[in-house]
């Protein structure tokens, strides 16, 4: 089985790096709380398509997100897998990307993942519980992540993005661990890491807005 490449998603970064500063303004605050090295996990809101990319382009080490199998179509299909992203079908169990995605953090790398699972307000809301499973599993540190600012101005040209040159924010929260520190991997304590988790989201989600003021 083929295993995401580290240096495809070294070349993500680079390309996400060139289209989001070309196009916008991202202002990156707290980079440094992501780990230089080894395994860890970024727990992103998802409010637009772009968030994801914007990451890419802002973190301080190749991120290997998990992305909605819907997206791998045609070239882009081809294109996401040579750059070590994820295809994950979120209607089951998809045990091949959770493989892979354990394999990332097994092989000291960085997973990328929108708890919430969907686009939406971005708020932390509502966590499924993938974020849990794979933070307990790995003993992977949690960085939460707010991107604020992708949703306020449309561009003229194209609405669904952002306007051209237009100020992005990407905020970096501390490491936690998810897990009590006992490995478990019950339903329950599974359930009690999901809760911890979406306390140290919404509570870095607060301190971003206040942070950036929005």
């Known amino acids: 089985m083929t295993q995401p490449s580290a240096k495809g998603a070294a ?14 303004k991202p202002r990156v605050l707290g980079a440094w709380r992501v780990p230089a090295s080894g395994p860890v996990i970024l727990a992103v809101n998802h409010a637009h398509n772009i968030d994801g990319p914007m990451l890419m382009g802002t973190a301080p080490r190749p991120v290997h997100f998990l992305i909605k199998k819907e997206a ?27 493989g892979d995605a354990l394999g990332v953090l097994e092989r000291g790398g960085v997973l990328g993942i929108f708890p919430e699972g969907t686009r939406g307000e971005g ?4 966590l499924r519980a993938g974020l849990a499973y794979f933070a307990v599993r790995s003993g992977a540190p949690i960085v939460p992540v707010a991107v604020l600012g992708s949703t306020e101005r449309p561009g003229r040209l194209v609405k669904g993005l952002p306007a051209l040159r ?20 019950t339903r329950k304590a599974l359930d009690e890491a999901t809760l911890r988790i979406q306390e140290h989201l919404t509570d870095h989600l607060k301190n971003a807005r206040r942070l950036t003021g929005r």
């Open 11 to 24: 070349v993500g970064r680079r390309i996400g790096i060139g289209l989001m500063y070309g196009f916008w």
């Open 72 to 98: 791998f179509v045609g070239p882009l299909g081809g294109f996401l897998e040579g750059i070590g992203q994820l295809k994950v079908d979120r209607e089951s169990t998809d045990r091949k990307a959770i």
């Open 123 to 126: 708020d932390f809301a509502s």
């Open 166 to 185: 237009s100020r992005v924010d990407v905020v970096f929260g501390d490491a936690f661990e998810a897990g009590d520190g006992s490995g478990r991997r």
